[in-house]
RNA sequence: CGGAGCGUAGCUCAGCCUGGUAGAGCACUUGGUUUGGGACCAAGACGUCGCAGGUUCAAAUCCUGUCGCUCCGACCA
């Protein structure tokens, strides 16, 4: 490609819309331009780099054995409601009526979709495995979108979804996309790691997240650097002792605590009740419903894991009104010892189990109570781990610290059960003659976020430096002065003429721009291998290669190939690690 | 949905407080000088100042409304 008759727009300075670095050198390096909040138009070269991922993406699937299909993004809202998630997902669905006024949706996934083929087309266990895959456009009515294509309105992805004769197949399934993803990720030069992820309520007990560390990151995932234990904070666990008992001494008294209604304020003079003698009650309103949570002082409570211990589809936490009513008092006085109306669950967390001689609300504005003891005190429906893990903590397994570093989720992986199986009826007959409904795994990989989280892990000062194997042209033929019958432009034509025919992808800057523009665009736009011509190495009889972000050396012009040529071969076999 | 900020040339922004002929840099066009790390000189083109209403002799500027964008929040009482 002549870089004239491209479309390449570098720009030197920021667009204002931008606030990571990913998401500036994507517009910087015109890869990518708004149409409007979360919605992009990939521009040539973004294009040619998702393409790219899009290949390996395929490859690797083929490998694994999915078979590639192509679902509607628009599907009718009854299937939605066949599967309950027309209600329970009804945040993130976009919405659309044809003339007719019917309803439809923007698939935000298709677990429904292929699960319906799954019903018309598999009838034996003879044809199973199957594992089909598609790379599409998904529509999510986002709570906000941001960070360019990292969260975006409409975004493209790679969902998989397997399905199979029993668990221990749908594990063999599972397996083998967890591997494939690892793969992928190499491939695109991502540093990238498993961990385990939250399975919602959906339940299922084998889900991963792939991801790739960066500060910018949705995510925080706690891990052991001891035994490798790596997990979603939403989902993460510790070895951290249980709060411990004390002499249960005189029976419960309550004290007045006029104005304090915070953990911090009740653990200061007079009052001096650390916050881990202290017991937090939370109202949450789960599926209508109000709960209380019962976490330690000084633990926080990680909602993810009370969705999923509660089997609740949405909870949010009470209002100060909701909070008044359903136990007689407001905010910074609630407690579960007395007062607790019969059928409100009490959810305690395991860190509390034994605690005696804690301090607790009383239900009574104004008041606490104190020497209060789980156990003795207080009705706990059921005992849950519920707080969120911090780092310095001991691992559960091998008792090192945990650490936690945020990250950009690229993907994930998910035992699904027979979930959608048994509503969309995807039922099977086995070989003893019953009809069961197939075990699915779904597998999903953020196409256009890992493009993004590429530049984000792989970039400098001067711009992007993508991995060969994503990278939009291998090779930016530099000639410095262009005038068609010089000797540094008729060179120029050569190589790229040569290396062309040799199935390598080349930009030439036929630019009439000085030397300075061309080196920085080049580098701005991260083409991993630049040959630079100019008059005064010609004239040493010397042509310039300089891999992008490594140091320039300098071949003579009949050399210039091979050289090229020898380069790519060892760059695109490197590991990443 | 709540809070904050911003909408002025293709981009980055000034001007607004204190109303009075629409600005700069970059980018673009033409000519010239340059030519190994985002050149220089000269000339030029580019604006319904987000939109609507109001106040005023006069509104980019003040007021009201509205739309859009960005950021923070929407667990921890």
């Known amino acids: 490609m002549r870089w004239t008759q491209a479309l390449i727009p570098t720009l030197k300075e920021t667009p204002a819309e931008a606030e990571i670095l990913s998401h500036k050198l994507l517009l910087r390096a015109g890869l990518i331009r708004k149409l409007t909040g979360g919605l992009y138009t990939f521009l040539p070269l973004g294009l040619r780099v998702l393409r790219k991922i899009e290949q390996i993406v395929r490859e690797e699937m083929d490998r694994a054995g999915a078979l590639e299909v192509l679902m509607p993004a628009l599907q009718p809202s009854e299937i939605w409601q066949q599967s309950g998630r027309y209600e329970t997902a009804a945040e993130v669905l976009f919405k659309v009526r044809d003339r007719a006024k019917k309803e439809w949706v923007l698939g935000p996934t298709h677990e429904e979709v292929i699960t319906l083929l799954a019903a018309g087309e598999i009838s034996s266990y003879r044809q199973l495995p199957k594992n089909f895959y598609q790379i599409q456009m998904k529509f999510r009515d986002e709570i906000r979108p941001r960070f360019g294509l990292m969260r975006a309105k409409e975004f493209i992805m790679k969902d998989a979804y397997s399905f199979d004769v029993s668990d221990e197949a749908a594990m063999a399934s599972y397996r083998k996309m967890y591997d494939a993803y690892t793969r992928i990720f190499n491939r695109c030069g991502l540093k990238n790691f498993p961990v385990e992820a939250d399975t919602g309520v959906i339940g299922g007990s084998h889900s991963h997240e792939f991801m790739v560390p960066a500060e910018t990151g949705e995510n925080e995932v706690v891990f052991c650097e001891g035994c490798g234990y790596a997990a979603n904070i939403e989902k993460a666990t510790s070895g951290i002792p249980a709060t411990a008992a004390r002499e249960i001494g005189a029976a419960i008294e309550k004290f007045a605590t006029p104005g304090v209604a915070t953990i911090e304020a009740l653990s200061k003079a007079p009052y001096s009740v650390p916050a881990n003698r202290q017991i937090k009650t939370l109202v949450y309103i789960a599926d209508s419903k109000p709960v209380l949570i019962l976490v330690r002082g000084d633990d926080q409570l990680n909602e993810t894991k009370l969705m999923a211990r509660a089997g609740a589809t949405a909870a949010r936490p009470a209002t100060p009104e909701e909070c008044a009513a359903a136990l007689g008092a407001k905010p910074g006085s609630l407690g579960a010892v007395v007062n607790v109306p019969a059928g409100v669950k009490v959810f305690a967390d395991e860190r509390l189990r034994g605690a005696t001689d804690m301090t607790t609300g009383a239900n009574e504005d104004g008041f606490h109570l104190k020497s209060v003891s789980m156990e003795r005190d ?200």
């Open 378 to 577: 207080i009705k706990v429906t059921n005992w849950f781990d519920l707080r969120t893990v911090s780092a310095g903590e001991p691992c559960a397994k091998c008792a090192k610290p945990l650490k936690i570093r945020r990250a950009i989720e690229v993907g994930h992986v998910f035992k699904l059960g027979t979930k959608y199986s048994e509503k969309m009826g995807a039922l099977f007959v086995d070989a003893d003659g019953q009809r069961k409904p197939c075990v699915m795994g779904c597998y999903g990989i953020g196409v256009t976020r890992t493009l993004q989280a590429v530049i984000e892990q792989s970039n400098d000062k001067d711009g992007i430096l993508w991995p060969l194997s994503v990278a939009p042209y291998a090779v930016c033929i530099t000639p410095l002065g262009v005038a068609a019958d010089s000797a540094v432009m008729q060179l120029a034509e050569k190589i790229y003429s040569e290396l062309t025919a040799l199935g390598v992808e080349v930009l030439l800057d036929d630019r009439d721009e000085r030397p300075g523009v061309k080196f920085k665009d080049s580098e701005l736009i991260g083409i991993p291998l630049r040959v630079g011509i100019g008059e005064k190495s010609l004239a040493k009889g010397e042509v310039e290669i300089k891999p992008r972000g490594g140091a320039l050396s300098a071949v003579k012009p009949d050399e210039a190939v091979a050289k090229v040529m020898e380069l790519l071969k060892a760059g695109s076999t490197v590991s990443p690690t």
